[in-house]
């Protein structure tokens, strides 16, 4: 694409998302821990009662985080409620005024304006305090749990109960946070990358946990998006945290709702119970196909939507309005604020329009399970269906989807609904406020979900018996989560539908919404296998070379140097005597030396200087200082360093001869930053990094190769 | 314990069952692929199709996996159903008959001649033919799963669900069953370690998921029993052979209960619906203590099942009569079908004597829940409430416990039960026969837990309310399987309880049942990590060393005088180049070589020989001949072996200062069974292998070493 061609669409030009770029701008965690001397002495000096303390601390912190996590969703839970409950109270109150005199366009008026003030506040933290705060979250600690380093991913911030989670372990587990400028002095043995990627999951847990009620899906949930090593303890931790938060939203909620002590409501997106109305209506053998049917189906519109993704974001304005275009790619935060409120105000008028428009009356049963029914212009006892679907918080919505009893919907309502959704979401998807796409998704799908069992019903004899439509609305949002967010392991746990449906799904859709929208941030992630047919390369063909390396005992200003030279930019050093390779060091531990001056001759003038120690690498976790920022001075730098007790002594090496996915294996599973390529005589040839291994993907034909690029 | 003690106990010398020691007998195997010249080869020669079709193999391996394991479990349920149907029909029948006319004993005698005869077949199997079917199979899949070859484990025989699974696995996934010496020439490519367990673990898991009718809970019992590395294109593997085999079932059964189509009944363990009676009794705060106390006490039986385990095992005869021991200890296949059968009869004669003595009658409800009501010396319409308990398959027993109403048993009657079946089930298992431990666990702990529910209700104002008994049966099962198997988290999803409760019994048990087997039977077993305090030792000190090393191009003589040495019996040897390490072999792999002598003048004078492919290897796999069936002459001995395109050319490699937790992630995540250490030369100076690494462990002062033994 050629900036003609975008200045012609009326697009200001933008950083090429292409899912064939390897970004260059991600850099790695370092999951592998560096055992340098002062690691190793620390570890052998503590007693066995120690590590017992240790233990405990890190039980106490996932309790600590599943608490606060809980807090956190109890009081998104109360004020969501509330201001829904304000908004739709007032605008319900609007409508019944003027459904009679007329002049129910003040009511549109007024809805739209109250959608689009709660929506500024979102976009206006977003845009002007916290742009990584877009979107749902989850890509973002999917990659930070594979072990790419997203900037500000944990830093403090709003945000979908998932992303609290993380943020909340990250702090608590930090014993600081960097955002609040505060350092408790506790938990300082956690400031590394393994420690804090274990908080996180947990913390991450505990936000599904929190949002769905289910502690073992959030459990599932952390190993299958970040967990490549299954530890039995670690596992036992996530699962804590994750009760931990359950109980503490439901004991807080209990106390809200004036029954102190009855735990009885699991999570805050709760659809009911499905015992009595679905699940006791036994599946049957020739419901299978159906199931399978509805499977693929999930699947369409997420090529749809991927489709669509592809072509907002790389090919400009075909699916919206050059307008459209225009507010989403220029990056003035005004902007951003306004389209979100455009947005808000749109979904608003379209709703009011489809409610207005629609003649479905139905009854209001005795049970009253509408929360706002609207009258409008229907018949004194009846209310207008397509307003149960439209005015309504999702959540509600998706509810009175599954239980609703047959023939509270017409078909018509429903396909209105289902289309005039899907595009506001596909909107709304991307958009600058905190929003995510797990509702949505599940709205859309309970939706065609339930327009196809009606329309079964319909079309077979004797199937209004069996095809009850609230099985079928599960199915299909099942069907539509499963299809746009695939991570569908831990979804049969909390939705609690497994059937063939689910490994349909699985088989047929390539990826899922979350992995595209990863791909096209060019982010360097690392699948859990090597392309299959990558045997034919070896290290010695993906690793980088020549390697900088430093001697055991180096000159500060080759250090200084090697740092500061932008074009390179390293972040590993091996350490070699002569020969033969003797160890790693990172960037950040040399910064922290130069900074403390750890140089051989001070130390040999001042006796008595203070040993570095490993507080002080911690203390500078995990922002480290920039080379520029340390002031070293002409004389400083004819001084020689002591890299010894430092480096880690023990890198993994592999032969140059060893296969990609050799490599790959050793890569991920240790959760490795840099990989030494050693020849035969154990002389360094080459370092392995994670670009050089997420850049081979199969391709339609075979392996690929994607290109790198600084964006 | 000197052989005096034992002689003087009138118990045979045992082989030292300790669980201070390693036993050298277990292999390890190689969850590493070789990638020698051969695979390589292949690999790069295979077409991206050629891995489509793989891949798609896999898939349909696992899908008969779970279809067979589906079959076997339907005949199973069928089988056990209709005899159990007769059992108690029969004696049912006689004891209405003799109850009026006197004369019981009869009856007596009949329970126990069938309860006899249905064990005697299961004892004369296992006794006979083979012993590694006895107890529940399921520590054997487990060591399978990490790493240590137990002999005929997965060889064809009758077991429980888990190991029918996993039996049914190894034998499908290799397109040949050795014990029916029948070879499909079909899925070679999967003939190794690497590939085979990936199939057994789904075997597993569609036993699990048939027993239990839960396939995420049979997923998650792999992962959490077996696999240390979660690949999730593996994990949905599994889950579809647990998905099919669940379908198989059922359908099937739904056949055989003449309602085909009906696919409600989910597992061959089904408890009943808790929704009506249990769930939605909320649980409340103040009932969250209860559940502590009762998971701790969940603790207690297993803390004394494990101290009796131990004195059982080690020091004879204390909790047994001498006659019982020297039952146990001999060896000769006759006395263990004899022990099993008198376990047999009086299980049958204390149910029975339990029954006659007790006066527990209660009223016959209206909806008949109970299968076989012995009315007894009840009044006409009542039924002894003890026989509900004893003359009953546990399962049913476990069914009534649960969703019984309140006042269907007395607190007598449950204590006694609870008592007597708490000591036949610790008699039990152990025994010659494929017993598990699981169904009883239930048992008893729904049995005190039901009594804990009555009690409570009983003391506290106003109990009868809340207390529901058979919410506390629940928990009581819960808890008391907890306690003694600790699949925790699986079991979190089989039997749907989840509560702070788990946690506790974690935090609590030190460790459950399975492992404790595994300890005495001094399997060297790989835990997650190593232990927390052994950053002290280092690669150097825990290596074996002098390392028997070959030459690139070895004497035959050499190579079968190493093989042949029976005092080391070494399984892989480094492949040096004079100076370096350049490649390891396996014992296996010079057998095949040998075998087919492959020698370097041979391939001179005969230079259309075949070429030794990768095929050769396969059809030796998984039993290569021993070193003394493989004839080689004397002029043969001089001949000279090229290793370099079989021996693996890139091993993986640790210097000698690498610590010992870093070996053993390294081995642990890798699924080694070889290290090779190397100094800064690369010159082999040692190898690490499991009983390295499994030998220290954690006691209560610190870190331990395990002796070494040829037990």
Redesign the interface.
């Known amino acids: 694409m050629t900036s003609d061609e975008d200045s012609v669409r009326g697009c200001p030009k933008e950083i090429p998302h292409n899912e064939k770029l390897l970004s260059l701008k991600y850099e790695s965690l370092d999951y592998d821990n560096s055992?340098n001397q002062l690691f190793?002495e620390e570890?052998?000096r503590?007693?066995?009662l120690g590590?017992k303390c240790l233990?405990i601390s890190r039980w106490v912190i996932c309790g600590l985080i599943g608490f606060l996590t809980g807090l956190i969703a109890c009081c998104i839970d109360i004020a969501v409620e509330n201001l829904a409950g304000v908004k739709y109270y007032v605008v319900k109150q609007n409508i019944e005024k003027f459904t009679e005199v007329g002049g129910l366009s003040i009511s549109l008026i007024l809805w739209a304006v109250l959608n689009s003030a709660f929506v500024m506040v979102g976009a206006v933290i977003v845009a002007f305090f916290e742009p990584g705060a877009a979107g749902s979250g989850i890509p973002q600690i999917k990659c930070y749990l594979n072990g790419v380093k997203i900037p500000r991913v944990v830093r403090l911030k709003e945000g979908p109960m998932i992303h609290s989670g993380a943020v909340v372990a990250a702090g608590v587990s930090q014993g600081r946070s960097t955002s609040l400028k505060k350092d408790f002095k506790i938990f300082e043995y956690f400031r590394r990358d393994t420690e804090k990627r274990d908080f996180v999951s947990a913390g991450a847990a505990a936000g599904v946990s929190a949002a769905f009620g289910a502690?073992?899906g959030g459990?599932l949930f952390s190993?299958?998006e970040g967990?490549?090593?299954?530890?039995?303890?670690l596992?036992?931790r996530i699962?804590?945290a994750s009760?931990i938060s359950t109980?503490t939203l439901n004991?807080f909620l209990?106390i809200y709702n004036n029954k102190?002590?009855?735990?009885?409501s699991p999570g805050l997106i709760n659809f009911g119970?499905f015992?009595?109305d679905v699940s006791s209506v036994?599946?049957?053998?020739?419901e299978i196909p159906l199931f399978i049917v509805m499977g693929a189906a999930g699947k369409s519109p997420l090529l749809f939507l991927d489709f669509s993704t592809l072509l907002l974001v790389n090919y400009g304005a075909i699916l919206k309005c050059v307008c459209v275009c225009v507010l989403r790619y220029v990056h003035r935060p005004c902007l951003q604020v306004m389209e979100a409120m455009l947005v808000a105000a749109v979904t608003a008028t379209v709703s009011f329009a489809m409610i207005y428009f629609s003649n479905d009356c139905q009854p209001l049963g005795p049970d009253q399970s509408e929360d706002y029914p609207l009258q409008l212009f229907c018949a004194d006892g009846e209310y207008n269906s397509m307003a149960t679907a439209f005015f309504n918080t999702p959540e509600r919505s998706v509810r009175s989807l599954f239980h609703n009893p047959p023939g509270s919907y017409n078909p018509l309502t429903l396909s209105l609904f289902t289309l005039t959704y899907f595009f506001l979401a596909c909107w709304t998807y991307g958009l600058t406020v905190s929003a995510g796409v797990f509702i949505p998704s599940l709205l859309i799908g309970a939706a065609w979900g339930r327009l196809f069992g009606i329309l079964l019903a319909a079309i077979t004899p004797n199937g209004s018996v069996w095809a009850v439509p609230g099985k079928y609305a599960l199915m299909g949002a099942a069907a539509q989560l499963g299809g746009i967010v695939r991570m569908t392991?831990s979804l049969?746990?909390i939705t609690t539908v497994?059937?063939?449906l689910i490994?349909v799904i699985?088989l047929v859709v390539p990826q899922g919404l979350y992995d595209i929208h990863i791909k096209l941030q060019s982010v360097p992630f690392l699948h859990?296998?090597a392309p299959?047919?990558s045997?034919?390369l070896t290290a010695r063909e993906v690793m980088g070379a020549p390697v900088t390396c430093f001697n055991r005992i180096e000159k500060v200003g080759t250090i200084v140097d090697v740092l500061s030279n932008t074009s390179t930019n390293h972040n590993g050093f091996p350490v070699v005597?002569p020969?033969?390779i003797?160890g790693l060091i990172l960037r950040s531990q040399l910064i922290v030396l130069l900074k403390h001056k750890v140089f051989v001759e001070l130390a040999r003038s001042r006796l008595t200087q203070r040993k570095l120690q490993l507080k002080d690498f911690r203390d500078a976790y995990p922002r480290f200082p920039p080379i520029q920022s340390i002031h070293v001075s002409q004389d400083e730098r004819e001084c020689m360093m002591d890299l010894t007790e430092f480096m880690n002594?023990?890198p993994?090496?592999?032969?140059q001869?060893?296969?990609l996915p050799?490599v790959f294996?050793?890569f991920r599973?240790?959760g490795l930053r840099h990989l030494v390529v050693?020849d035969?005589?154990?002389r360094v040839v080459g370092l392995v990094t994670r670009k050089d291994l997420a850049r081979y993907h199969?391709g339609k034909?075979?392996l690929e190769e994607m290109q790198l690029a600084q964006t």
Chains 1, 2 share one sequence.
Not at 260 to 264: A, E, Q, R, Y
Not at 282 to 286: D, E, F, T, V
Not at 652 to 655: G, K
């Open positions: 055992e190793l570890e052998r503590m007693s066995f590590f233990e502690p073992v459990v190993l299958e967990a490549s090593f299954w530890n039995q303890m596992t036992w699962f804590f009760m109980f004991f209990s102190p002590g009855d735990l009885s119970r015992e009595s036994a599946y049957n053998l020739y392991l049969t746990v497994y059937t063939v490994i699985h859990l296998e299959a047919t045997h034919w005597v020969v033969a003797c002594p023990t993994y090496t592999v032969p001869e060893t296969s050799r294996k050793l599973a240790l050693v035969s005589e154990n199969l034909h075979g």
